[in-house]
C-alpha cells in the first residue's frame, strides 16, 4: 500500500491549492480516505474525509465551506481543493486510508499515510 500526496506550495491568504494523494496497492472503492494536517508544534488534526460510500464526506469545522474532498476511485487519486487559505492553514498535509466506509477524522485510526506536502499560506 503506497499513498503519495502532491499539490502543496507556498500561496498568499486568500488563494487556492489543490492537494492531489495517488493511491496504489488496494482497491480504492473499499477504503475511506482522509485529510490530516500538522503544524509545526501541533497535534496532527483531521481535515476531510471521503468514505468509500459515494457522497459522504466529513470536514473539520475550520475548513466547512473553504475545503472541498473528492474521489476518483478508477484512477486511485483522492483530491483536496482548498480555497480562501489563510495562515492558520499553513502545515504539512497527509492523506492516510483506512479499510471500511465509516469516515474518522482522528488520526490514530489510520495505520496507512502518505509522506505529507507541505502547504504555506503566507499574509
Known amino acids: 500500500l503506497q499513498l503519495v500526496e502532491s499539490g502543496g506550495g507556498l500561496v498568499q491568504s486568500g488563494g487556492s491549492l489543490r492537494l492531489s494523494c495517488a493511491i496504489s496497492?488496494?482497491?480504492?472503492?473499499?477504503?475511506?480516505v482522509a485529510w490530516f494536517r500538522q503544524a509545526p508544534g501541533k497535534e496532527r488534526e483531521g481535515v476531510s474525509c471521503a468514505s468509500k460510500t459515494e457522497g459522504d464526506t466529513l470536514y473539520a469545522d475550520s475548513v466547512k465551506g473553504r475545503f472541498a474532498v473528492s474521489r476518483d476511485n478508477g484512477k486511485s487519486m483522492v483530491f483536496l481543493q482548498m480555497n480562501n487559505l489563510q495562515p492558520e492553514d499553513t502545515g504539512v498535509y497527509y492523506c492516510?486510508?483506512?479499510?471500511?466506509?465509516?469516515?474518522?477524522?482522528?488520526?490514530?485510526?489510520?495505520?496507512?499515510w502518505g509522506q505529507g506536502t507541505q502547504v504555506t499560506v503566507s499574509s
Open positions: 496497492g488496494l482497491p480504492l472503492d473499499q477504503y475511506t
Open positions: 492516510a486510508a483506512l479499510r471500511g466506509l465509516v469516515c474518522y477524522l482522528r488520526h490514530f485510526f489510520y495505520f496507512d
